[in-house]
């Protein structure tokens, strides 16, 4: 992704570079009477892959657009790549690729298309080679290179999730943040998926926070686990140490935190 970097370096600049991705104290968000989210406190390191993972109706989602400042928190504090959630909102917004809740596209045209308008959309239509090579080297990506040309509407599940990825990744993002992003695809589907978190936090330094009701993916490609039931964050710890403490019961032991019966590890 190199030349998305250098093209693209005003998105992705220097002042977006922090040991700490993501970072909130205390975080709280109400609606009417219910607190979705209650004084949760977690730590994304920069270059990492983060797992979030909950029942349905826990606050992933909701987390998700509290750390992207599409929805304002009611207490506590979110820094998005040192960055203040709601003060720095357009910046954390150019920072970031996402993929929340259902994607959508302009069903009429043809992928190579969507991702051109979601160029300009944020303001990188600059030179049209330059823009070419960037459609053209996501869709590579994420395995659509073949269908580049064919109207989304056409499109499977999996292939959506896919051109969803590459509109998240096309401005060469410092930080993904994914819900459900293996949703639709089929087995060898989900280990590419599995082989370019990797790449692109590992190799490209793109921090990725992701959620998945695939609990033995999860603990494929994350480095750090994260749980939250109930509004709270019941759960923190690194993969590996899930591994070397319940490599025989992980999915048990990760059931219970999320149906907030476990131990609390925070």
């Avoid at 080679?129 to 290179?145: K, S």
Wanted: glycine share 10%.
């Amino acid at each position: 992704m190199e030349f998305l970097e250098r093209n693209f370096s005003g998105v992705s600049g220097k002042d977006a570079v922090h040991s700490k991705a993501v970072c909130t104290q205390e975080l709280t968000k109400v609606f009417g009477r219910r607190e979705v989210i209650s004084k949760c406190s977690m730590t994304v390191e920069q270059g990492t892959i983060y797992g979030f993972l909950g029942k349905n109706g826990a606050g992933k989602t909701t987390m998700f657009k509290l750390l992207l400042g599409l929805l304002k928190p009611t207490a506590g504090t979110a820094k998005v790549l040192g960055n203040d959630s709601i003060r720095d909102n357009q910046k954390i917004l150019g920072l970031t690729g996402s993929m929340i809740e259902t994607p959508v596209f302009y069903e009429h045209l043809p992928a190579r298309e969507n991702l051109r308008i979601h160029l300009a959309y944020m303001n990188l239509g600059r030179g049209h080679d330059i823009c070419e090579n960037a459609v053209d080297h996501v869709l590579d990506l994420t395995g659509l290179g073949d269908v580049g040309n064919d109207p989304v509407q056409a499109f499977s599940l999996g292939m959506r999730q896919r051109l969803a990825l590459a509109r998240a990744l096309i401005h060469r993002p410092r930080l993904l943040i994914l819900d459900e992003p293996t949703n639709g695809l089929d087995p060898a589907g989900i280990r590419e998926m599995r082989s370019l978190f990797h790449q692109l936090a590992h190799q490209e330094k793109i921090t990725i926070l992701l959620s998945s009701h695939l609990l033995s993916e999860v603990v494929q490609v994350t480095d750090r686990i994260g749980v939250i039931a109930g509004g709270r964050i019941v759960l923190e710890m690194d993969t590996a140490d899930l591994w070397r403490e319940h490599s025989r019961d992980f999915e048990d032991f990760l059931i219970e935190a999320m149906e907030g019966r476990g131990e609390r590890h925070v």
